[in-house]
């Protein structure tokens, strides 16, 4: 085993020191330059693999591997080994310049003033943390869980379903007036029902358009005495969804400043909120919050008719106003959801449009029954990808052959993920991505009406755009190489992404691209209304509806 050594950074802005065995010993197994460290500015010390010969980034006991020119922050006490195996190479032990003050973590107001509010906190959007014990990769990945570590003095939870006595374990500050003094949970009024909820909570069942409308959005806004957290995601607050599942999340930090919000993120967002609850405290917060910073455009869905100028404020009219200067004809869009509702060819042909993309070049990724049999939680996972046997065929039939969901090693937790991509696959070069709550539904999405000077929608939905304008013009908006979920370090500024020299964003789609077509002799589309030959690993052929977990979080 390699002895730990300590490296000292010492490091003015855009300063670099090499690591290798040249100045830090190892044998030939060790690169003489394997990686660099840099101040990028701000005290965000940046590490790059420069050597093909990997090495192993270790945090509080989690690892990465770094294969030649990943990238990630290094924070003090971090360890690093320079070489895969930890049995040879160099172990290194990074001391920043100036050791972090001990901060005692029972008092939830010393923890709130320890909370950094950078405006560029997070890139475009993160794969969720499955929980460690199913042994599937979480590199880049992030956890709601993390994000809301730090208890805030206020927050809002948006959400179709909520497990409170769940939520209650996942956050135990929450149980407390004194740690976290307001606590609003909006849901979908149908799946409410009567919440064992401490006095201090308030909670509000919102409905959509009609019987068949819900509220669906999933958004988390965290207050705290320097700035605002927004996090928009695509999970259910439930042990399943949070522990199990794939799912996507995209967070930013903004402090509080002059409101100066005619247009863009911070507009369009106190738009979304005074249509689900006018009074809300909420409203009150995101005025004094300088939004300037945003790193994605926002594509609500509000239940209405919607004409006029409101036409292009929300679904998919709000969508084609977003990318329409970003996208490429001849690109393919990759649709990936885990709901299908009764599509006609009408209104695909209208979801392309705004899409900018010709139906000929849209692909749906979709998992086959034998992916949904072999996930985390089986068949019962499939409960939670309600395509109907009636809308899978009809889909099938305007858009051609479907494609696998498999293929990388987060396979096996099932998608409750949606993205919308719009990629040249042979570069991979992304025009732009959509992270959002909403299926693939006319009722999520609107359906235009009165020959196409109104939108008609029935849920609240929530999702963000990160498009290649956002960057400056010649920077590129791309997919990252590598497994998925390898993406940007979390606290990088706008300016860095896939390296230094090469400033790409990565889009951390978790299916392949370009994605695998099925195999027409073994693949079948999984339909949550019919049964399934194969039994699942317990011994399920179809969803039961029998609970495989508790309400506890895993550690």
Same mark, same amino acid.
């Given at each position: 085993? %390699?002895?730990?050594?300590? +490296?000292?950074?010492?490091?003015?802005?855009?300063?670099?020191?090499?690591?290798?065995?040249?100045?830090? #010993? #190892?044998?030939?197994?060790?690169?003489?330059?394997?990686?660099?460290?840099?101040?990028?500015?701000?005290?965000?010390?940046?590490?790059?693999?420069?050597?093909?010969?990997?090495?192993?980034? +270790?945090?509080?006991?989690?690892?990465?591997?770094?294969?030649?020119?990943?990238?990630?922050?290094?924070?003090?006490?971090?360890?690093?080994?320079?070489?895969?195996?930890?049995?040879?190479?160099?172990?290194?032990?990074?001391?920043?310049?100036?050791?972090?003050?001990?901060?005692?973590?029972?008092?939830?107001?010393?923890?709130?003033?320890?909370?950094?509010?950078?405006?560029?906190?997070?890139?475009?959007?993160?794969?969720?943390?499955?929980?460690?014990?199913?042994?599937?990769?979480?590199?880049?990945?992030?956890?709601?869980?993390?994000?809301?570590?730090?208890?805030?003095?206020?927050?809002?939870?948006?959400?179709?379903?909520?497990?409170?006595?769940?939520?209650?374990?996942?956050?135990?500050?929450?149980?407390?007036?004194?740690?976290?003094?307001?606590?609003?949970?909006?849901?979908?009024?149908?799946?409410?029902?009567?919440?064992?909820?401490?006095?201090?909570?308030?909670?509000?069942?919102?409905?959509?358009?009609?019987?068949?409308?819900?509220?669906?959005?999933?958004?988390?806004? =965290?207050?705290?005495?320097?700035?605002?957290?927004?996090?928009?995601?695509? =999970?259910?607050?439930?042990?399943?969804?949070?522990?199990?599942?794939?799912?996507?999340?995209?967070?930013?930090?903004?402090?509080?400043?002059?409101?100066?919000?005619?247009?863009?993120?911070?507009?369009?967002?106190?738009?979304?909120?005074?249509?689900?609850?006018?009074?809300?405290?909420?409203?009150?917060?995101?005025?004094?919050?300088?939004?300037?910073?945003?790193?994605?455009?926002?594509?609500?869905?509000?239940?209405?008719?919607?004409?006029?100028?409101?036409?292009?404020?929300?679904?998919?009219?709000?969508?084609?106003?977003?990318?329409?200067?970003?996208?490429?004809?001849?690109?393919?869009?990759?649709?990936?959801?885990?709901?299908?509702?009764?599509?006609? %060819? #009408?209104?695909?042909?209208?979801?392309?449009?705004?899409?900018?993309?010709?139906?000929?070049?849209?692909?749906?990724?979709?998992?086959?029954?034998?992916?949904?049999?072999?996930?985390?939680?089986?068949?019962?996972?499939?409960?939670?990808?309600?395509?109907?046997?009636?809308?899978?065929?009809?889909?099938?039939?305007?858009?051609?052959?479907?494609?696998?969901?498999?293929?990388?090693?987060?396979?096996?937790?099932?998608?409750?993920?949606?993205?919308?991509?719009?990629?040249?696959?042979?570069?991979?070069?992304?025009?732009?991505?959509?992270?959002?709550?909403?299926?693939?539904?006319? %009722?999520?999405?609107?359906?235009?009406?009165?020959?196409?000077?109104?939108?008609?929608?029935?849920?609240?939905?929530?999702? +963000?755009?990160?498009?290649?304008?956002?960057?400056?013009?010649?920077?590129?908006?791309?997919?990252?190489?590598?497994?998925?979920?390898? +993406?940007?370090?979390?606290?990088?500024?706008?300016?860095?992404?896939?390296?230094? =020299?090469?400033?790409?964003?990565?889009?951390?789609?978790?299916?392949?691209?370009?994605?695998?077509?099925?195999?027409?002799?073994?693949?079948?589309?999984?339909?949550?209304?019919?049964?399934?030959?194969?039994?699942?690993?317990?011994?399920?052929? #179809?969803?039961?509806?029998?609970?495989?977990?508790?309400?506890?979080?895993?550690?």
């Amino acid at each position: 085993m %390699a002895e730990v050594q300590s +490296v000292v950074v010492r490091l003015d802005d855009d300063e670099q020191m090499f690591l290798g065995r040249d100045n830090v #010993g #190892g044998d030939r197994r060790v690169s003489r330059h394997q990686a660099t460290l840099k101040n990028i500015g701000g005290g965000i010390i940046i590490l790059t693999q420069l050597g093909t010969n990997k090495s192993i980034l +270790v945090r509080d006991g989690r690892e990465m591997v770094m294969a030649k020119n990943s990238e990630n922050v290094v924070v003090h006490n971090d360890i690093l080994h320079l070489h895969q195996s930890k049995e040879c190479g160099v172990k290194l032990k990074i001391v920043m310049n100036r050791e972090p003050e001990d901060t005692p973590h029972a008092e939830a107001q010393i923890k709130r003033q320890q909370v950094s509010f950078s405006p560029l906190s997070s890139m475009v959007w993160r794969l969720s943390t499955v929980n460690r014990s199913h042994g599937l990769d979480n590199t880049g990945c992030v956890s709601i869980l993390q994000l809301l570590e730090i208890p805030p003095k206020s927050i809002l939870f948006a959400d179709y379903m909520i497990d409170e006595l769940w939520l209650q374990s996942a956050f135990p500050y929450l149980k407390s007036s004194s740690s976290c003094p307001t606590v609003t949970l909006w849901l979908d009024q149908k799946s409410g029902g009567t919440m064992r909820v401490p006095q201090h909570w308030n909670v509000k069942g919102l409905q959509g358009l009609t019987r068949f409308g819900c509220h669906h959005s999933k958004l988390i806004i =965290a207050g705290y005495p320097t700035g605002m957290r927004i996090i928009i995601h695509t =999970a259910n607050l439930l042990y399943g969804d949070i522990n199990c599942k794939t799912q996507g999340i995209w967070w930013q930090d903004f402090p509080f400043g002059k409101y100066e919000c005619e247009s863009g993120f911070g507009h369009d967002l106190i738009d979304y909120i005074s249509k689900c609850d006018s009074e809300c405290w909420v409203l009150r917060e995101l005025r004094k919050v300088n939004f300037s910073n945003s790193t994605v455009d926002l594509v609500p869905s509000v239940p209405g008719r919607h004409s006029g100028k409101n036409i292009t404020k929300y679904g998919h009219m709000r969508l084609r106003q977003v990318v329409k200067n970003d996208s490429v004809v001849s690109n393919t869009t990759i649709l990936q959801c885990s709901s299908l509702g009764s599509l006609t %060819a #009408g209104w695909m042909s209208e979801f392309c449009t705004s899409l900018a993309t010709p139906q000929k070049n849209v692909k749906m990724v979709w998992p086959t029954v034998d992916e949904v049999r072999r996930s985390l939680e089986g068949y019962n996972a499939g409960a939670c990808i309600p395509g109907t046997a009636s809308n899978v065929d009809k889909l099938e039939s305007l858009i051609g052959p479907f494609y696998k969901w498999g293929g990388t090693p987060r396979e096996h937790a099932a998608p409750h993920i949606k993205t919308y991509t719009s990629i040249c696959e042979l570069s991979g070069i992304a025009a732009w991505s959509c992270l959002t709550s909403a299926n693939l539904s006319g %009722a999520a999405w609107g359906r235009l009406e009165k020959k196409g000077s109104q939108l008609y929608i029935m849920h609240y939905e929530l999702g +963000v755009v990160r498009k290649k304008s956002h960057r400056r013009p010649e920077a590129i908006f791309s997919l990252p190489q590598g497994p998925p979920g390898v +993406v940007i370090p979390a606290d990088a500024p706008l300016a860095l992404a896939g390296s230094i =020299a090469d400033p790409h964003i990565g889009v951390p789609l978790p299916f392949k691209v370009p994605p695998t077509p099925y195999n027409k002799a073994s693949d079948l589309p999984w339909k949550c209304d019919q049964p399934c030959a194969q039994p699942d690993a317990f011994g399920f052929h #179809g969803p039961t509806g029998v609970s495989l977990y508790g309400i506890p979080q895993d550690s």
